[in-house]
């Protein structure tokens, strides 16, 4: 857990800009003036270094870690993200690597596990002592992807019939020990977890109140639970502490409020990725290869675009309309277009609702009462303004079909794109991925045909 | 700052849903049975008694909140969104709405009076004692939108000179008042701030040790820098908490970290709302009207309507083209679609990687490269696709022209789609306002033209 006594420490630095950072320190390497590297990086804050890791290639990236004082390098190879953390394990000296592993706490060597190829995850894991691969293995045991993996099993507790100057005795003598001491999960003689309760509690009690009549009921994590559902309950929660228990209730880490951050920074990474229609990057922009970019999108391009297929499809149904009229081909591109965008804010606003809890898959009656409403006002409008400007424009018949498809549209449109999310949180798919580029292919296409059926029948082709 | 303490005790519950909460207390109201109705209201825990306000019509509301134990009231108001305060505050009784404005803290005090009409935010502000008036005056001096609005004026501080022992003294002495005691800002003889101690490390010293010796520069926010930004940095560098200072860097106020996550869960609310076209509802889903819906969609839906009439233009132009060859109008929406898709792709990524503090405009060149051959590459494999399929089902030369235009907006969607948010970035505009939208009416207008050009150079029109 992060203190204000880890803080960064500035010294005499100057450059604050990591892009100037980084580029200082490329020329110096480049010029093999590693003195003068050393120099400006043992100047340099920890979260500086960090970025200008995160924006270096490789092979910069470990002749700058390798720079590093020993105390500055674990606290700037626990700020990277796994991938690079594996990258660099393969550059360095195996003695600099078995120390910096066995430095790490057990969470976040558990998290690099995930990353090594096997053989090196299980020598460095021999290399461990006793206690130390104890506490490691209390973590791999679980899942990964759960909030077993991700949490610590270093932790100070306390027992219902504990006085509070006990406690704080206890407390003082975990205190390098524990991740942290702000939070006291209270447990019974089974190691059950049966409360919580704040260090504040603790120091304001007489000493000799019982820790039974200070605690108060505990919101936990099961251990196989999404590391992600977990990360969101105690942001929600506020907690500085989210205890996490076994089967049998029995507590066996505890999730400090920066590692929920870390969680839900990632699982968000990944949500807006895929709302934007690609995988996440897993690594920072600037540290990722044009292939990794290109892996992360092609499959999705590729998916959408036979997607779109359909909207050829349905074209081809009216091509004679079109080669009758060819002006109503005119507004193709803009009646898709709002459509589209129509069926994107609802469905913007349904996923965001889903992910603060304001609104669950149950609730899809008034979503649906909610979203046709808005759909046919805002159809009205804009179908309103659309028969004005193209029957001034064009001719008032081209206006009336105009209007009408974009007042059918925005209502189909809104209410598809506000169910949307909720169909994919009911089937456990990731709402965020299943919504818009989806409702704009399925918008794309069923508005293609309200547009030339009520074109049809309006010009009476 | 909520602590363990202040966790829900959740009693005899039963309902944990708070769909079907809501609809039972619904039921029982509509029934005006209400001394069942306070019965349920007084088994559920606070957290989920705020989710049944969050869903419920605005009378409702102020029936359910007037059920409340006083205590659960203040919780439970605190944690409501401020427009739906306001609301309440017009429903209850005079003697509770000061009881409740006098109860609140003054960082969440600031924050109501922001949505009250003036005449009662006055009413209400000249009730309070001197104290609290003087501590919320220190609060409100500062704009709306500013850290110094949502800070904590309420905090205890040390001195570089006093010992851990005495700062542990001070420490018991204001633990009822002070908004945290976890990390304690240290301040010199004229209130400037010239460090920060965690309260471990005051724990673990010496208690002759003076603070000096244990205190480390503190990361801190100006009073009238954006609450966001602050938030921002106390969440990437994992704060307890961050100290606000003047202009003179004196100390004038705390921003926790529960405060933070408030700040960053309403600006992350605006972004998506706004990435999705729409403005941000400022109160949660159910409880917003069916008009307060259609205000937040509509302007952007007409922008974007007159920004896709340049598409309608664009057509024209090649109208005579689209004659000839009414074929190459099946193909409009796809191409429109799929470049759309890959701008979004890199608009996406990069807001992401600029929100994370990945890149900055500076790395414009860097993200240039990166685009322009992710871009590239994705057009050579798509444009292959579309080559082979167009080439089978149709004909080889409209396979051509479909392969040559997918390689060629490919990369232009994806260098415009990276390079947008950065642009944004430096004119101070939202990157995710600007991206999104924009570039997809950018890309479609393009696309067309490319299209167009392309299919008159290959099919010699």
């Given at each position: ?189 089974q190691r059950r977890l049966v409360g919580i309760v704040g ?52 507590l066996v880490g505890i999730l400090t409020f920066d590692d ?7 699982a968000e990474t990944e949500d807006t990725a895929r709302a ?186």
């Open positions: 857990m992060t203190e204000p006594e880890d803080a960064r420490s500035t010294g005499a630095v100057t450059v604050r800009d990591p892009a100037e950072a980084a580029r200082r320190l490329d020329a110096l390497i480049g010029a093999e003036n590693l003195h003068a590297a050393a120099d400006m990086v043992e100047a340099l804050p920890p979260s500086l270094v960090v970025d200008v890791l995160e924006r270096s290639g490789a092979r910069d990236r470990a002749v700058v870690f390798r720079l590093l004082p020993k105390g500055t390098a674990l606290v700037v190879f626990e700020a990277l993200d796994p991938p690079l953390q594996s990258e660099l394990i393969r550059e360095l000296h195996a003695d600099r690597v078995n120390q910096l592993f066995t430095d790490l706490d057990p969470d976040d060597r558990a998290g690099l596990v995930d990353e090594l190829p096997a053989h090196v995850a299980t020598r460095l894991l021999r290399e461990l002592d006793q206690d130390e691969q104890a506490l490691t293995a209390a973590v791999l045991d679980y899942p990964t992807g759960s909030v077993g993996r991700r949490m610590s099993p270093e932790f100070v507790s306390t027992h219902p019939d504990v006085t509070a100057g006990e406690t704080l005795e206890r407390v003082r003598r975990r205190i390098d020990h524990a991740e942290t001491i702000y939070a006291i999960p209270v447990t019974d003689d260090l504040r509690a603790i120091m304001r009690a007489e000493p000799g109140t019982p820790v039974r009549d200070l605690m108060n009921e505990a919101i936990t994590a099961r251990a196989r639970e999404s590391a992600e559902a977990a990360a969101r309950r105690s942001a929600d929660e506020r907690l500085i502490v989210l205890p996490v228990v076994d089967d049998e209730h029995r929920a951050l870390r969680i839900l920074e990632d934007g229609g690609s995988e996440p990057l897993r690594r920072p922009y600037l540290a990722t290869p044009v292939r990794a970019l290109v892996r992360s999108r092609v499959v999705w391009l590729l998916v959408l675009a036979f997607g779109a297929a359909l909207t050829v499809q349905v074209l081809e149904v009216f091509e004679a309309t079109i080669e009758q009229v060819v002006a109503l081909s005119l507004f193709v591109p803009l009646i898709i277009g709002t459509g589209g965008n129509t069926g994107n804010q609802a469905a913007t606003t349904v996923t965001r609702a889903l992910a603060l809890g304001d609104v669950s898959p149950r609730d899809a009656l008034r979503v649906l009462g909610q979203e046709i409403r808005a759909g046919f006002t805002l159809g009205v409008i804009l179908g309103a303004v659309g028969l004005a400007v193209t029957g001034l424009v064009y001719d008032t018949d081209l206006g009336l079909v105009i209007g009408l498809t974009l007042l059918a549209l925005c209502t189909i449109a809104a209410t598809v794109g506000g169910l949307m999310p909720l169909l994919a949180q009911a089937v456990r798919a990731d709402p965020a991925v299943f919504s818009n580029p989806f409702i704009t292919t399925f918008v794309d296409a069923t508005g293609l045909v309200v547009y030339f059926l009520i074109a049809r029948a309006v010009l009476g082709l």
